[in-house]
């Protein structure tokens, strides 16, 4: 079903664009090369903050290096922390929330309920420069730590509510009366059933990840050289934007065009997924045609973009 709506939207002219923004995105990040020929590291002290042309469409650093280059580079690294984030984020959380809301009102569902509200007051950002300190900022590995952790608590809040309204469903039962074992029913029977919840939230995540580690890298805590990175290019540039603003204001665009794409991808997979939901989302955000839709007893439609 969800395919079934999907190509009509990809028909549309915004949703083409966003398909198109979607496959260039990973293109950039699969293959930078492609897109540039120079070295994402080459020092150039020649060509020192030289302003866009046709041989550096987005101009050159202090050191010479390609802005374009170093952003197209700097996708891989950025997608790649985001997407090992989101997993980590996802796998910890899912499997707390899935363990509260089966075994929920028991003291392991208080426990892991109590840490996880511990994980939630700490701001993301907090928590992620906390991780990075004691881990130390050398390794990827670290950042990835830092911010998946921030997530964590979401996932397992999501799942745990799902799982408690599924647990009593007569095939739940019918498995437990069967002897399944609580392994067996969470994984066949409740797990398939939070995969829309998941995938949307996973989509959302990757946006708000990517914004943490613009922030590590230009508190100077995220990935280190000569790995690029758009929020220490967003650092390098900050102290040129009177005489050289190209050197920031492009990787600050990139982050900007990359988070918006996030969202967009995460309301159309919401729109798929669970229509209902979006019918409700965009109520509230209209709400004079859902007092409208009320008074002449008819059903909110959903709006067209």
């Known amino acids: 079903m969800a395919v079934r709506r999907l190509i009509p939207l990809l028909a549309t002219p915004s949703g083409g664009a966003l398909a198109a923004a979607v496959l260039l995105l990973a293109a950039a990040a699969i293959r930078p090369d492609l897109f ?3 070295n994402p590291v080459g020092i150039h002290g020649t060509s ?26 700097g996708t ?6 985001g997407a090992g984030a989101v997993a980590l984020s996802l796998a910890a959380g899912t ?18 309920m109590r840490l996880i509200d511990a994980l939630y007051i ?14 130390g900022p050398e390794r990827i590995a670290s950042v990835i730590v830092a911010l998946a952790l921030g997530h964590v608590a979401a996932y397992a809040r999501l799942v745990r509510s799902r799982v408690l309204a599924i647990r ?66 967003l650092r390098d540039g900050f102290q040129y934007l009177a005489t050289a603003p190209w050197v920031a204001l492009s990787p600050g665009c990139a982050i900007f065009l990359c988070v918006f794409i996030c969202n967009q991808v995460g309301e159309v997979l919401r729109d798929l997924l669970d229509p209902r939901a979006a019918v409700s989302a965009r109520t509230e955000r209209h709400p004079n045609r859902a007092r409208a839709a009320q008074t002449a007893g008819t059903r909110v439609s959903p709006v067209r973009r």
């Open 76 to 81: 891989r690294t950025t997608l790649s922390i």
């Open 36 to 38: 540039s020929p120079y």
């Open 122 to 135: 700490v701001p993301d950002l907090v928590l992620a420069l906390t991780i990075v300190a004691i881990l």
């Open 168 to 233: 009593e469903e007569e095939y739940v039962t019918a498995a437990r009366s069967l002897g399944g074992s609580a392994g067996r029913i969470l994984a066949r029977h409740v797990l398939p059933q939070t995969h829309d919840i998941l995938v949307v939230r996973s989509v959302l995540a990757l946006s708000s990840v990517i914004l943490g580690e613009a922030a590590l890298s230009f508190l100077g805590l995220g990935v280190q050289p000569p790995a690029p990175s758009w929020g220490r290019m």
């Open 95 to 112: 499997a707390i929330g899935l363990a509260a809301g089966y075994w929920g009102g028991t003291l392991l569902d208080e426990g892991l």
């Open 48 to 73: 020192s903050l030289e302003a866009p042309t046709w041989g550096h469409v987005l101009g050159t650093d202090v050191l010479g290096k390609d802005v374009l280059t170093q952003i197209l580079y």
